[in-house]
């Protein structure tokens, strides 16, 4: 639509341009003419520097904006590739946070174990014994069980 629109405007602008030099050619022997024709001479070159104005104004909008694109999508591209990595990191430490709530269920499972090992021998023995409570840590994650201990192991430990 807007290509048919431009043809036609071009056309009308070529017979504008024949019909002034038909015009001017002769009006040329008139002397009555020659100021009329010298001020649309003169209005047609304002207009047509008015237009080259127009045209080179509208390119340099179009390249700002291309180049405002081009530094758009290099922004957008930056900000995937750092959404990229926080979601790598954010399921490495989800998965790192799974293994460590799966060790501390067996330990509290191994505690509980040795706990009832200890009602056992107490109830034999006839001793009293210490047996610590085991915590919920998903209660109250940010209380420690017991006071910060070295934490040994040997190597029969890991035997299977």
């Known amino acids: 639509m807007n290509l048919i ?4 405007i071009r056309i009308l602008h070529s017979f504008s341009v024949v019909f002034l030099y038909w015009q ?12 009329v024709d010298e001020r649309k001479r003169k209005r047609m070159l304002s207009n047509r520097e008015s237009a080259r104005r127009s045209r080179v104004r509208k390119q340099k909008q179009l390249e700002d904006l291309v180049n405002e694109t081009s530094a758009l999508q290099k922004d957008n591209g930056l900000l ?7 979601t790598q990191r954010y399921m490495e430490m989800e998965n790192a946070n799974n293994v460590l709530r799966a060790q ?12 009832s090992v200890l009602h056992i021998v107490e109830e034999v023995s006839g001793f009293a014994v210490d ?13 420690l069980p017991c006071p910060i201990q070295p934490i040994m192991a ?3 430990m890991f035997e299977c």
Do not use: F, G, V
């Open 24 to 35: 001017t050619s002769s009006s040329d022997s008139d002397p009555r003419y020659a100021n």
């Open 80 to 86: 995937s590739e750092k959404i990229n990595i926080a």
């Open 154 to 156: 040997s190597a029969d």
């Open 131 to 143: 047996i610590p409570e085991i915590p919920d840590p998903l209660m109250k994650p940010w209380h």
């Open 5 to 8: 629109l431009m043809r036609r």
């Open 104 to 115: 501390a269920m067996e330990l509290t499972e191994r505690l509980r174990s040795l706990n």
